[in-house]
């Protein structure tokens, strides 16, 4: 359970607004951590910097203890990180394997290879041992993924990333379109990539599937961390009093208005 | 990222992995292919028509012969226009590329020794597809880095190839080219009845299709049509990838300009204003949709034929070849429709495969079932 993932003091500033105004935040291997607060308290800022589609205005990223800069979603790949966005961020004219892959094709090795012919065998097997493992119900690997049901792209979205992350993966409202069933099986989904040793970042508005999946919850407001609980040794109304102000944690983390 | 750091993750259970069971090509190609399969029913049926109502004329080789040739360099053109309509763009500047491409390529070819034989013609095929390249690489640098819609870049440079092709010449076409690219490529048989043409535009075609439907650079082009912002994330370099799939459709319409300096001997300065129009048609008509992200090269080919075939009939059967043009609206609109409907029922995330597939087959047998009533008039 060691801290795979740190930001320490994060700012970001647009113009006038702080939209993080020293953040911290932690993620460990094999843990599930969700990362909630209201709207604008700075949660999609913090996850967009850790995937490298932001950078910060100051502060300092850790992974596995050592400082880097996370310049662009490539960079953050390069570390182990991947991320599974709330619109999926899939082909849909291609099918699982395609996107399973897709930045990332199995070249033929030899002079068919340098000619841009893939292995698509390899990519294949590669996709179905993925799946597999993650136990993701997706039978069929030729049909486009634009014709699968909601659920079932997110199984691909999240399988994707778990077949690449080395490190973290962060989900960002991975759940926000779905049913009933297709939201469960995407949350037994996060949990067996967590039991494989990744460390899970989990962003959601809803507190029931907050208490179910994580273990451990960051609570985030006004552009800073005010408070983590344990999973288990907290309520959703502590939860949110923590989101609203109502109740502050003694950790240090005194809140602010800045 | 390097290529062994790729192959990690999850394609470890790569060796000895048995033959799959399901098909090796994706639905997306199978469909692709039910597609142009559709589409070469349509032609057929033209074909049968023309044929049972006047055998004599229609169907013998020399007519036949005429047909491929007449479409042999919108055929190369639909290559190029396909690539562009799978990434959702568009390219109107081909027949003006062609057009300046001939001319560049005719002064060049006459400013060369005694401007004949095969060395002169040679380069004069590198000249041509040179400067469409070049014509090419302006159109994606525009849409791709300062992010011009493709409609207004390729407006754009439709007209500046144009004028300037009219500058170099004021006006008055060229007919500078050597005898014995006149005599092969433009109008000789390579073998038996089968034209120069024919065989050089089934080249690009097949080069084409390959590239398209069977490398990496390919399925890239699908996934940007597809949903560009995937493949950003992806880190696919989405600007550079446009740039040469737009400088593809450049270099091959100004390929296009030697093989129609070669047809017709001339730069036909005045004779390519719906040249474009004529291969976006085909290239929709065949299947590829305008919203990108799916689409055939083979659906494009066959797609460029109709409109030829159809003209080549009516004059044959005896009536006005202006019919063309309405037929060939109607099928457009009726391609254009099925498009529609098959984004509709994807997006609904039922199950087109069946339900959608057969209401296009339906949808194609009464499109085609329309050009048999237009024919039989």
């Known amino acids: ?258 | 990222m390097t290529q062994s750091e790729q192959t990690t993750a999850p394609a470890a259970a790569q060796a000895g992995a048995p033959p799959s069971e399901e098909e090796p090509t994706g639905r997306l190609a199978r469909l692709a292919r039910l597609q142009a399969l559709q589409i070469i029913i349509v032609l057929a049926v033209i074909v049968v028509i023309f044929s049972i109502l006047k055998p004599s004329a229609f169907l013998t080789v020399f007519n036949i012969r005429g047909i491929v040739q007449n479409t042999a360099i919108l055929a190369v053109l639909g290559v190029g226009m396909t690539f562009v309509i799978i990434t959702g763009g568009i390219d109107l500047s081909i027949g003006s590329v062609l057009v300046f491409s001939g001319v560049v390529a005719d002064k060049a070819m006459a400013n060369i020794g005694n401007g004949q034989g095969w060395g002169v013609a040679i380069i004069g095929a590198l000249v041509a597809t040179g400067c469409g390249l070049a014509w090419g690489l302006l159109n994606g640098f525009l849409v791709a880095r300062a992010k011009v819609p493709p409609l207004i870049v390729t407006l754009g440079t439709l007209g500046m190839a144009l004028g300037l092709a009219e500058v170099f010449t004021g006006g008055v076409d060229l007919r500078n080219v050597p005898t014995v690219m006149v005599n092969t490529v433009g109008f000789g048989n390579i073998v038996g009845e089968i034209p120069w043409l024919a065989v050089i535009a089934a080249v690009v075609v097949v080069l084409g299709i390959v590239l398209l439907h069977r490398t990496r650079f390919g399925l890239h082009t699908y996934a940007l049509g597809s949903n560009p912002e995937a493949g950003r994330r992806a880190g696919l370099k989405v600007s550079r990838h446009l740039i040469m799939v737009y400088a593809i459709s450049g270099l091959l319409a100004g390929f296009g300009g030697w093989l129609n300096l070669a047809f017709f001997q001339s730069t036909t300065i005045g004779g390519q204003t719906s040249t474009n129009l004529s291969v976006i048609a085909g290239v929709v008509i065949g299947g590829t949709s305008l919203f990108g992200g799916y689409g055939s090269i083979l659906g494009s080919v066959i797609g460029v034929f109709i409109p030829a075939t159809l003209q080549n009939g009516f004059v044959i059967i005896g009536i006005q070849p202006f019919w063309q043009q309405v037929v060939v609206g109607v099928v457009l609109i009726a391609a254009v429709y099925v498009d529609q409907q098959r984004r509709a029922a994807a997006l609904r995330g039922g199950s087109p495969r069946m339900s959608g597939l057969l209401g296009h087959l339906t949808t194609r047998r009464e499109a085609a079932g329309a050009e048999a009533a237009a024919g039989g008039e």
């Open chain 1, 1 to 258: 359970m060691s801290v795979v993932l740190e930001a320490r003091d994060i700012t970001k500033v647009y113009g006038h607004v702080h939209a993080l105004a020293g953040a911290d935040f932690e993620v460990k291997t094999g843990v599930v951590t969700a990362l909630i607060g209201d709207n604008g308290a700075g949660k999609s800022t913090l996850v967009k910097i850790l995937s490298g589609t932001e950078t910060p205005t100051s502060g300092e990223i850790l992974v596995d203890g050592q400082p880097v800069t996370i310049d662009g979603p490539l960079v953050a790949r390069r570390y182990g990180i991947e991320t599974v966005y709330q619109d999926l961020a899939l082909a849909p004219h291609l099918n699982p394997v395609q996107n399973m892959y897709l930045g990332r094709e199995v070249m033929r090795s030899g002079l068919t290879g340098r000619l841009g012919f893939m292995n698509n065998a390899a990519m294949r097997t590669g996709s179905r041992k993925a799946f597999d493992e993650l136990g993701a119900t997706v039978r069929n690997f030729s049909g486009s993924v634009g014709a699968m049901s909601g659920g079932q792209k997110q199984a691909v979205a999240v399988a994707r990333a778990a077949a690449w992350a080395k490190r973290v993966i962060l989900l960002d409202e991975p759940t926000a379109a779905l049913g009933v069933v297709q939201t469960k099986s995407v949350l037994e989904l996060i949990r067996r990539v967590r039991d494989r040793g990744l460390g899970v970042v989990f962003i959601s508005h809803s507190m029931p599937q907050v208490m179910e999946v994580a273990d451990e919850i960051q609570v985030m407001r006004l552009g800073r961390r005010v408070a983590t609980y344990k999973a288990k040794e907290t309520t959703m109304e502590e939860l949110v009093g923590a989101m609203t102000g109502a109740v502050t944690q003694d950790n240090g983390t005194r809140e602010t208005q800045s």
